[in-house]
């Protein structure tokens, strides 16, 4: 077990050079970057002028990247908008977003294993079909737009506000109804980010299951008069239920991504949006640094879940 | 004798596919008496470890279907018994075990959960009393230190504790017949022989019955009280080992021990029956072995032989039975 | 292997395939709108282009099917001439994932040992971004030209095929008739594309057909965030994304295009899904 945790953390520290190595290489040397604006006469000096304090222009090459990543770390990187902190504005909103996702989160793993799993019970039945029809219906619905229908519904029909933390007229309110009305504008948009997920895991649950009836150790677990549901449910849901802790580590990324979009449709202020405020206001350093720790949180993520997984596997755990 | 223990009549076995009808096993029919040993043997794709599933209706039932037959086992028909009377009957009454123990274990649970759970499910001992007659059971398939392994995982023991493991387990609950699916042949050849002689150390023991089904003569030869073989789904020759080992009156059976090699002769070619096991799509007509049998003749294509009777308790579905050997 | 193997292996999967409805449904659509693509200049009922501010945000009639926009645009000729812009972003961004992915996947599956290990540490860190965000990041840096925007998704999407390729190639390279071929001195080059590469692509067929209905939902996602392909050149992303502020007043602009989308990208869901089950010899044997 302690060797497999070494030989994991070693390459999780490689990964994570390269990592930043990667993202200061396409901020900094891909066309149309910072270095390249700095030749731009329509660009204003005080943007240059912070560029070379961020950027450390004047260095050579490798010693630009370890500055960079020094500061990276110290928080010593600013925002070219407004000159902030780039940590200082990534901390406020992170929160916002995290749990935004984790709420997606906790909706797409509460779904769409039961759904798999019931779905591998009786395969090829007409509500297997169904719901194998659902889950393609829900992995190519493009996000947005599906907002953006309930939105038109909701407002249209039920005159509900949806955007934001909460409502503007939230002084009014008293305690519960403050809390319910949190609630109602967290739920909507982290069901919609969440729809993808449940279609995509329900499915792979579904194989999972599937692949584990066909094994011998099912065969005997039957053999030894054991009633169906405790066969599937005791035996067949242990094992198959394995390789999906290892998806725990893909769905940060995915819903990272997913973010952006479902934070700017419903105005919901976390770094996704930040993130997209950025580009758009070509305000660079924000970009890389939340794109690195995006980058990081899955790598992470992808780490635990791989301990997860040791510990879960006694045939990992016990070498 | 006395009254058989389990009484198998016309069992007919297929499984519908899309390229056409496998007919597994096709009007099979034997009896095991109480406390004996009833060797199953054939070459692979005979339909031997099918009988033993259907015996238990573990056969996938989308694939597969048990067409007809009958199924006695102390007078209750097994066919005719729903699916929860059925839980009742396996690993309680008549248990498996498997060829392949690494597989056939679960590798999530200790083999002391998985062992504690037929025990707790059909005799209703608590938690404590559970683990106390499993780690008997492991003691008693001679796995040193029961009480520290009962709590290891499959993978954590070798090959031949797994399936001493498994044995363990579908003894805990005293069956009264255990049905063996080559149990023996994942195993290394000196683990073969250790294993075989605990089987039939606890059989004489418990006083159980055993279906043994294999391939393998040698294994037949050691353990085997009465003996049925089969090919091509059929049961082409039946009787008591003894006898079928010195006076079989089947050519399959007769190809079958004589290609075996003996160490005492001197020859440049092994005994090969000649031509091929069958398609089991795409049978012969008549007798399904009359392609590759020495003694054929015209009738041997038109109509599959019934079973003649040798002498008593001695059975034999070729139309030249005399002739043979 | 190759060679006679080859037409009756083609034949066996379309049988399989033909099985399942679903994708004969999707493959059936998908042909629909290809069919629909090729032909978006004959199929047109007004120039694309033409606008008509009399004609601003007329709801769907007979003489505008879909209704037309907010500069009196027809909507549905626009989604026809929009047909091709998002097949065309799909086909060629999967292609050049595809191309590198299979070069990645070749050599580190191949070569083994330390080059194995490098593309591999290089794969798991491209995994490791969030794929939409660093598209949209680099669209936005390199500027959202249609080019730029279908080698920008073939960048960020060649890492899942060169995991398979590498998988199968790993796998194969053991086998015996790759043994055969070296002892008989046939070069490496040789072995690699006319002995293994054709094994190792079926995975690749399914992979590239998912990785169509990606690539098009990540156009529309770039569309909706502006840095999609540009107005007033028609893609389905962007239609949406200017009827956005219509959206109350002007459902059409927001219901059609989103519906083509959904469309298009689940027919290359079920086609994928199809060609998946049908290639795996261990599903044929059911139903």
Known sequence: ????????????????????????????????????????????????????KNYDLDKPIYQQYFLWLKKLLTGKLYSFKDGRPVLE????????????????????????????????????????????FGAYLGLSIPGFWLAYLVILATVKLFGYPVLGLRSFVIEGLSP??????????????????AIHGIAGLSRYTRSSMLEVIRQDYIRTAKSKGLPEEIVYYKHALRNALLPIITLFGFLIPGLIGGSIIMESVFAWPGIGRLAYQAVLARDYPVVMTILTISAVLTLIGNFIADLLYGVADPRIRYQ | MNLPLLEVRSLTTHFITEEGIVRAVENVSFEIYPGEILCLVGESGCGKSVTGLSILKLIPIPPGQIVRGEILFNGRDLLKLTEKE???????????????????????????????????????????GARKKAIEMLDRVKIPFPEKRIDSYPHQLSGGMRQRAMIAMALSCQPKLLIADEPTTALDVTIQAEVL?????????????????????????????????????????YGPAETLFHEMRHPYTKGLLESIPQLEEKRSRLNAIPGQ??????????????PRCYLRIEECRKEEPPLFEVKEGHYSRCLRWRECR | ???????????????????????????????????????????????????????????????????????????????????????????????????IGILVGAIAGYYGRWVDSLLMRLVDVMFCFPTFFLILTVVALLGPSIFNI?????????????????????????????????????????????????????????SATLDVATAILVEAGLSFLGFGVQPPAPSWGNILTEGRTYIFDAWWLTVFPGLAILLTVLSFNLVGEGLRDSLDPRLRGRR
């Open chain 1, 1 to 52: 077990m302690t060797r497999f945790l070494f030989k994991r953390l070693l390459q999780l520290f490689m990964t994570l050079i390269g990592i930043s190595i990667l993202s200061w290489i396409i901020i900094t040397q891909a066309p149309g970057s910072p270095i390249a604006l700095t030749m731009d006469p329509k660009v204003s000096p005080k943007i240059i002028e912070q560029m070379e």
């Open chain 1, 89 to 132: 504005k990534i901390g406020e909103r992170i929160w916002n977003t995290l749990l935004l996702n984790l709420v997606a989160t906790l909706i797409i793993f509460s779904l769409a294993i039961p759904l798999g799993v019931f779905s591998a019970r009786r395969p090829y039945s007409f509500l297997d079909n169904l719901g194998t």
């Open chain 1, 176 to 193: 519960p109804e403050i809390v319910l009305d949190r609630i109602w504008h967290l739920m909507l948009p982290a069901s919609i980010m």
């Open chain 2, 86 to 128: 059925m839980e009742r009957v396996r690993g309680n009454e008549i248990s498996m075990i498997f060829q392949e123990p690494m597989t056939s274990l679960n590798p999530v649970f200790t083999i002391g959960d998985q062992i504690m759970e037929a025990i707790q499910l059909h005799q209703r001992l608590n938690k404590k």
């Open chain 2, 197 to 237: 002689r605990l089987l039939k150390e606890i059989q004489r023991e418990m006083g159980m019955s055993v279906m043994l089904i294999t391939h393998d003569l040698g294994v037949v030869s050691e353990v085997g009280d009465r003996v049925a073989v089969m090919y091509a789904g059929r049961m082409v020759e």
């Open chain 2, 277 to 290: 096991v069958p398609d089991p799509m795409n049978l012969p007509e008549g007798c399904k072995f009359h």
């Open chain 3, 1 to 99: 292997m190759k060679g006679n193997g080859t037409t009756s292996q083609i034949r066996l999967v379309w049988k399989y395939f033909k099985r399942n409805r679903l994708a004969v449904g999707g493959l059936t659509i998908l042909i629909a709108i290809f069919f629909v693509a090729g032909t978006a200049p004959l199929l047109a009922p007004y120039d694309p282009g033409k606008t008509e501010v009399s004609l601003k945000l007329k709801p769907p009639s007979l003489k505008h099917f879909l209704g037309t926009d907010q500069l009196g645009r027809d909507v549905f000729s626009r989604m026809l001439y929009g047909s091709r812009i998002s097949l065309s972003v799909g086909f060629v961004a999967v292609g050049i994932s595809i191309f």
């Open chain 3, 150 to 206: 279908m080698v920008v998704i073939g960048l960020t999407s060649w890492m899942g095929t060169a995991r398979f390729v590498r998988a199968e190639f790993l796998s194969l390279r053991e086998r015996d008739f790759v043994q055969a071929a070296k002892a008989l001195g046939v070069n490496d080059r040789r072995i690699i594309f006319r002995h293994i590469l054709p094994n190792a692509l079926a995975p690749v067929f399914v």
